[in-house]
Structures are given as structure tokens and as C-alpha cells.
């Protein structure tokens, strides 16, 4: 279809477009497909006998919400880069002071050996095609061992690669030691990270993020009272929804970086929501009352 096609089409089923021109600029820089993902919530179910679209549906709704989608797409993307940094810093930390700059190459200190080499391997290939300065330098002048020591691969790695590296140490106290700065015990981190890499990559990728369901759960705290208070925990054995994930990024970064004034932006930028729709996200009612969101 033409963009001209496309807005007749929406037309069509029901959707109000004021402004044409308007319409063909967002159709043209974001694309039918794109937009398609905000305007399935207001889609009647199939089967429904009549437009496809509910009463009053309008496309300036649609962008509204595109943008209020975007915003917190960047929002949460900056909190989770205060928590990554945090963690690859504390992992390498930890790993240096356990057994030396290399001791992360020493296989007897994870639980799955095939786990181990796996990472290892992929590890080691980012390294050897690696355009980074410091990792250059390293090959340069370097070659025993052939990996850079902790704090070089902990800056390089992906996030769910340091995950993934970080889950799989055998001893629980040395996990509990990477885990202390977060204020969280390491049986709730180790998931709680993977489930943040992929909100993480939600963000990075562009992908929708407000009403968006995570396959990979995280488990959740059964302390400090002010978190679990906070939290959402009636059973829902759908896939995650986003207000967790908000509450437990909150209280991180509240731990590594307590003046960032992240908690007044997502307050900010909630008032926003062009249909008041939390309930998309897991937003409980009356969450504003609960004590995380009182902390600051």
C-alpha cells in the first residue's frame, strides 16, 4: 500500500485520523508495522462483528503513546547502564581479589565445566576481533596468558554474557560477595540480572517496552518489607510485566547511584501515558502508596 493506501485503510476500519499530512509523515519515518504493535490494544476481538477498531480510536493517540513508549524506553535503558556498570565492576573486583587478575580463566571455580568453555570460547573470540584500545594494547604487548585479565573483559563483555559468567560460579559466597554492593541477596540477582538483559535489550533494539511481556522471570525478594511491599506478587503465570522490573531497577539504583533522581523522572513521565493504561504494565492501584514509591 501507499502511505496514502494505508491511512484510507485505517480509515476504513475505524480509526480517526485528523490530520492527514501528519499521519503520512509518522507512516513514513516509523511505519505501518511499527505503530501496528500500539494500536493492537485498541482493536476489537476478532470476530467482532464491525469496524476493527473500538469507538473514538485515534491515530494521535497511537503516536502519543509511541512516544510515551519511546521516553521510557530511554529512561530505563539509562537506569539499567548504572546497574551494568555496577555489577561488571563488582564482578571484576571480586574475581581479582579471589585469585588474581586471570582467576576468571580458572575452570575448577564454576559449576558446568561445558557451561564454563562455552563462554569462554565466545568470550575469547570478541577479544581476538575486539577494536577496543585497551584490548589491543593487551595483544600487543601481551601474550601469557592469551585473555586480558578480569577488569579489561568485564568492560567488553555484553550484559548477558556477564550474566551468564556471573550465574555459573560454583561457590555461592563468592556470588554473595559480587552481590553485596546491590543491597541483594545473589539467589535473587543471578535472575533478576538475566530478566533485566532482556528488558536491557528491549530498550537498546527499539522494541515495544510499555505493555510488553518477559518470557524470562525473575524471582522475587523476600526482603527488606519496603521492597516486597512494593512489589506486585498476586501469581500471574503469564509472562512478566514491567512494573516489577521498575521497582526492582528503582531500588538498585538507589544502591549504586542514590542521588540519580531516576524515581522522580518515571513519576514524571507516568503522569503521561496518553490513556492512564499502568494497568498494561502490572501496575497495581493506589501503587503510588506503596513504600518504594514514598522512599524519595
Keep these: 500500500m501507499t502511505f496514502a493506501q494505508q491511512i484510507a485503510h485505517l480509515r476504513m476500519q475505524g480509526m480517526i485520523v485528523p490530520d492527514v499530512n501528519r499521519a503520512e509523515h509518522w507512516l513514513r519515518h516509523v511505519s505501518y508495522y511499527r505503530l501496528s504493535a500500539y ?8 470476530g467482532h462483528a464491525g469496524p476493527r477498531f473500538a469507538p473514538g480510536t485515534n491515530f ?3 503516536t502519543a503513546l509511541y512516544e510515551f513508549d519511546r521516553r521510557l524506553r530511554l529512561l530505563v535503558l539509562d537506569a539499567i547502564e548504572r546497574i ?24 575448577s571455580l564454576y ?3 561445558r557451561i564454563f568453555h562455552e563462554n569462554l570460547a565466545r568470550l575469547a573470540r570478541e577479544v581476538g576481533t575486539s577494536p577496543e584500545t585497551y584490548i589491543d594494547h593487551y595483544r600487543q604487548n601481551y601474550d601469557d596468558p592469551a585473555m586480558p585479565p578480569v ?16 550465574s555459573s560460579l560454583h561457590d555461592r559466597a563468592l556470588r554473595n560477595r559480587i552481590a553485596q554492593p546491590t543491597g541483594l541477596p545473589e539467589v535473587v540477582l543471578v535472575p533478576l540480572l538475566r530478566h533485566l538483559s532482556t528488558v536491557r535489550n528491549s530498550c537498546a533494539h527499539h522494541a515495544r517496552l510499555w505493555n510488553r511481556g518477559f518470557l524470562i522471570r525473575m524471582k522475587l525478594p523476600v526482603k527488606p518489607a519496603m521492597l516486597v511491599e512494593t512489589l506486585e506478587t498476586t501469581a500471574n503465570p503469564g509472562p512478566a510485566l514491567l512494573y516489577n ?10 544502591q549504586v547511584d542514590p ?20 494497568a498494561e504494565m502490572g501496575f497495581p492501584v493506589g501503587w503510588e502508596r506503596r513504600p518504594l514509591w514514598l522512599w524519595l
Excluded: C
Aim: net charge positive; charged share 15%; hydrophobic share 40%.
Design 84 to 107: 551494568e556498570v555496577a555489577i561488571r565492576g563488582s564482578w571484576a573486583y571480586a574475581l581479582a581479589h579471589n585469585g588474581g587478575p586471570h582467576s576468571y580463566l580458572d575452570a
Design 39 to 46: 494500536w493492537l490494544p485498541f482493536e476489537n476481538p476478532k
Design 245 to 254: 522490573s521498575l521497582v526492582l531497577i528503582q531500588y538498585l539504583l538507589h
Design 60 to 62: 494521535d493517540t497511537i
Design 111 to 113: 559449576s558446568d565445566r
Design 151 to 166: 577488569w579489561m573483559v568485564a568492560e567488553m563483555m555484553s550484559f548477558g554474557q556477564l550474566s551468564r559468567w556471573f
Design 259 to 278: 542521588t540519580s533522581g531516576w524515581q522522580s523522572k518515571l513519576k514524571k513521565l507516568l503522569k503521561t501515558h496518553p490513556t492512564g493504561g499502568l
